[in-house]
T-cell receptor
């Protein structure tokens, strides 16, 4: 079955530091990959996505590249801000069609805290 | 603007009570999902529904049931609440269209219901 593994957290950084959160996956076929973010007290929001190998998703200064050869989708940001403090989830959706109905498989989440 | 709402942000129930969690979406989505979120475990799928009156078990359906009588509403039912069901419950919805070039496969989440079972 499908699975997603994220780096262990929590991650604590100073403002303007470089961020990497690792994500690797196991899936059959050609999954779509997502990063969701959950700010304190809120539900999840889609941060970015990539639907095929070598695609790069980007949003709000965050980037992630779909690497099929290493089955990875690492999240990066060059300069984090205090407002980026949140929980980040990597997720995949299996290939279209069949009976998947768009189900997502999530990683365990990584808590990011950014200090001024 | 996309909207998924959940009936309560916080609930406190006693062991053995029947608990209803309600979720409503205004996007005319066919698919709706219930997850629970626990520290260190991420989100785990409880049940999902791909159409009115249709439902499928997710990864952890034991102790839960669901109801989808109308397209916009998806209810999660804890028949007899237990302390190990204390958790954050998140509802999501998505369009059935599988066009991966658009955002129509994106799942949109509600704010969550934090349930405490005593």
């Amino acid at each position: 079955g499908n699975s997603v593994t994220q780096m262990e957290g929590p991650v604590t950084l100073s403002e303007e530091a470089f961020l990497t959160i690792n994500c690797t996956y196991t899936a059959t076929g050609y999954p779509s990959l997502f990063w969701y973010v959950q700010y304190p007290g809120e539900g999840l929001q889609l941060l970015l996505k990539a639907t095929k190998a070598d695609d790069k998703g980007s949003n709000k200064g965050f980037e992630a590249t779909y690497r099929k050869e290493t089955t990875s989708f690492h999240l990066e940001k060059g300069s984090v801000q205090v407002s980026d403090s949140a929980v980040y989830f990597c997720a995949l959706r299996g290939g279209a069609g069949g009976t998947s109905y768009g189900k997502l498989t999530f990683g365990q989440g990584t808590i990011l805290t950014v200090h001024p | 603007d996309v909207k998924v709402t959940q009936s309560s942000r916080y609930l406190v129930k006693r062991t053995g009570e029947k608990v209803f969690l309600e979720c409503v979406q205004d996007m005319d989505h066919e698919n709706m999902f219930w997850y629970r979120q626990d520290p260190g475990l991420g989100l785990r799928l409880i049940y999902f529904s791909y159409d009115v009156k249709m439902k499928e078990k997710g990864d952890i359906p034991e102790g839960y049931s669901v109801s989808r009588e109308k397209k916009e509403r998806f209810s999660l039912i804890l028949e007899s609440a237990s302390t190990n069901q204390t958790s954050m419950y998140l509802c999501a919805s998505s369009d059935r269209n599988w066009d991966s070039r658009t955002k129509r496969e994106t799942q949109y989440f509600g704010p969550g219901t934090r349930l405490l079972v005593l």
